[in-house]
């Protein structure tokens, strides 16, 4: 089975600076990984998405993951965040099983933005 | 504009009381989700569905029911065998192909009364 791992619970940085987020996955073979975003009391909105191909993808709202095989990571990244960054943040695995698609989540990663 | 509607917003139950969500979307997906999450623990799968008349359990079933009777609309019941109902639920959705990203609902929040 499929497993995520956001390893910092949460993270704080000031406005204007750079952001990466941690994400390691666990899954036999090649897998599909997504970073989510929610806001309070809001449901998820997607950020970006990795199916195959460049390893680099690009997201909405200035985010951009890396997928890196040897490592088993998709770290999320942003070179300047803004205030209005402050969210949790998700990231999922995909896997195909008999019965149909479903992901895994990790725990989420909650962003503090300081002015 | 198309989307996943859920409603009610905020739900209360009684001990012992049976309640239902719902969840309709008008984005003709084809399969439909339901996740319960609890602060410090992500996303847990309910129930799954790929198509009408079918679904599947996920990984907290326990205490829950859904239906599948037409494609747009997923209702979860919460029935009085879950003890601990008290949570954010939400539903998503997405294209027949499985690895299309879900796209989700606004939740609905549950307490008990």
């Known amino acids: 089975a499929q497993s995520v791992t956001q390893p910092d619970i949460h993270i704080t940085v000031s406005e204007g600076a750079s952001l990466e987020l941690r994400c390691n996955y666990s899954?036999?073979?090649?897998?599909?990984l997504f970073w989510y975003v929610q806001s309070p009391g809001q449901g998820l909105q997607l950020l970006l998405k990795?199916?195959?191909?460049?390893?680099l993808v690009q997201g909405i709202k200035g985010f951009e993951a890396e997928f890196k095989r040897s490592q088993s990571s998709f770290n999320l990244r942003k070179p300047s965040v803004h205030w209005s960054d402050a969210a949790e943040y998700f990231c999922?695995?995909?896997?195909?099983?008999?019965?149909?698609?479903?992901?895994?989540f990790g725990e989420g990663t909650q962003l503090t933005v300081n002015p | 504009d198309g989307g996943i509607t859920q409603s009610p917003k905020y739900l209360f139950r009684k001990e012992g009381q049976n309640v239902t969500l719902s969840c309709e979307q008008n984005?003709?997906?084809?399969?439909m989700y339901w996740y319960r999450q609890d602060p410090g623990q992500g996303l847990r799968l309910i129930y799954y569905?790929?198509?009408?008349?079918?679904?599947q359990k996920g990984d907290i079933a326990e205490g829950y029911s859904v239906s599948r009777e037409k494609k747009e609309s997923f209702p979860l019941t919460v029935t009085s065998a879950q003890k601990n109902p008290t949570a954010f639920y939400l539903c998503?959705?997405?294209?027949?192909?499985?690895?299309?990203?879900?796209?989700f609902g606004d939740g609905t929040r549950l307490s008990i009364l």
């Open positions: 999922a695995v995909g896997a195909q099983e008999t019965s149909g698609s479903r992901l895994t």
């Open positions: 899954y036999g073979a090649t897998p599909y």
């Open positions: 990795y199916f195959s191909g460049d390893t």
């Open positions: 984005l003709n997906h084809d399969a």
């Open positions: 569905s790929q198509i009408v008349n079918d679904f």
């Open positions: 998503a959705s997405h294209k027949g192909m499985s690895n299309q990203p879900q796209h």
